[in-house]
């Protein structure tokens, strides 16, 4: 059929061929295992080796609008023996809908006068969707809004401490509530690294998650933390020096925890993992080679572009995506020393540090002989003193 060619009542004809968007978008996934074969979907020999997905992730929609409709066709391909595997995916994740944070303004009615959020209740008030773009931190861009639209060119504003407070709530991004954040724009201000790194850190994969532009100034000043390991001032700092036990258990203790996360794609915790070991390896004041090379190569995944900056810099001719991920080291992570926490009757007063595996007679003997001690016994002796091996002492009066 011609499908270009008008009928007699000067319409096209009924489109009736649907297998190419129905049969092709739900079965495409098996045409890259043997994409030249002019015979076949697949050849029996490339469907054996590569057989069904390893890996699918898709948001919400997609799995009702698609993956319903590939497990339809892999499973009737499966029937008439085309194919080799009864499922399409071996593993299907369904990730989270990113959220917007909306942004309200206070019009008092039958005025163009808007009141700031805490003093809304004195006045009958119409809440207002406004461009979050015109918001940083909750404080709207007075000037930016009367720009916004004619009608509010002439608008009046009723503000506290000389700042005008906006209302906000989360909601589904739309552009009728303009709400839409532009990736773009973020990656101008921030770089594309930031980017990466918040919408990880915004919470577990397969959860939905608020939007909020205010948090990113946080990962901003984590990714210049790191970097400022490596550098003082436009110097670079890298010592090859030995690194220190507690330097190794920091770094170590990262890649152990990085390497789990990755595979239960919990990103969100990695991120706050890179957050405590820079802060760590900070206050060490590290500037080790040893250190800092697995450092970069651990956080590539997450940030690669401050990563290929920093592994050409520590003298690297390839690039950081063909380093072997490293692996750590049980050794440097066992503690030398625990914390234990000494209660009286039940109730924590302070805690005291022992080696690792201390007898507990002598745990008991130096508790008791501790000055902290004394002052809560009030000179009386103890009923009972219970020791939990590695974590609290209890001394009953």
């Known amino acids: 059929m011609d499908t270009n060619k008008k009928t007699a009542e000067n319409e096209y004809p009924l489109e009736l061929a649907t297998m190419p968007g129905f049969a092709g978008s739900s079965a495409y996934y098996l045409r890259y295992e043997d994409p030249h074969n002019s015979e076949r979907l697949v050849s029996k020999e490339d469907n054996e080796y590569w057989r069904n997905v390893d890996l699918y992730i898709g948001g919400t929609e997609h799995a009702t609008g698609h993956l319903i409709y590939s497990r339809f066709w892999n499973k009737f391909l499966f029937d008439h023996k085309i194919i080799v595997e009864d499922e399409p995916f071996k593993k299907l994740i369904n990730q989270g809908m990113i959220q917007g944070r909306s942004n309200f303004v206070y019009r008092i009615k039958n005025t163009n ?55 906000w709530a989360v909601e589904k991004m739309s552009k009728s509530m303009f709400n839409v954040v532009n990736p773009d724009d973020v990656v101008e201000k921030f770089g594309a690294d930031t980017l990466r790194l918040y919408e990880m850190f915004l919470g577990p994969l397969e959860q939905s ?6 948090g990113i100034d946080g990962v901003s000043r984590f990714l ?22 507690d330097e190794l258990k920091s770094i170590h203790k990262l890649i152990k925890k990085v390497s789990q996360d990755i595979e239960n794609f919990s990103f969100n915790t990695s991120v706050a993992a890179f957050m405590i070991c820079v802060n760590e390896l900070t206050a060490l004041k590290c500037n080790k080679r040893a250190v800092l090379s697995d450092l970069v190569v651990v956080i590539a995944p997450f940030a690669p572009h401050i990563a290929e900056e920093l592994w050409r810099r520590l003298g690297h001719k390839t690039t950081v995506c063909d380093a072997h991920f490293p692996d750590y080291n049980e050794e440097y992570l066992k503690e030398s020393s625990v914390k234990y926490t000494v209660s009286f009757n039940g109730k924590a007063r302070y805690t005291l540090d022992f ?25 009386k002796t103890p009923k009972k003193v219970i020791v939990v091996p590695n974590k609290i002492v209890n001394i009953v009066i």
């Not at 808007?114 to 207002?128: A, R």
């Not at 210049?224 to 036990?245: A, H, I, M």
């Open 113 to 167: 006068t808007f009141v700031s959020l805490g003093l809304k209740d004195q006045y009958d008030v119409t809440p207002i969707h406004v461009n979050v773009n015109f918001v940083s931190n909750d404080i709207l861009d007075l000037e930016a809004f009367r720009n916004w639209n004619p009608e509010y060119k002439t608008a009046e504003f009723i503000l506290e401490d000389g700042k005008y407070v906006c209302g």
């Open 355 to 379: 080696p690792v595996d201390s007898p507990q007679a002598e745990v008991e003997k130096a508790v008791l002989a501790n000055d902290s001690s004394q002052k809560w016994l009030e000179g």
């Open 209 to 214: 998650k608020p939007w909020d532009t205010n």
């Open 224 to 245: 210049r933390k790191l970097w400022n390991l490596f550098f003082q001032g436009d110097d670079f700092v890298v010592s090859e020096e030995q690194p220190t036990p």
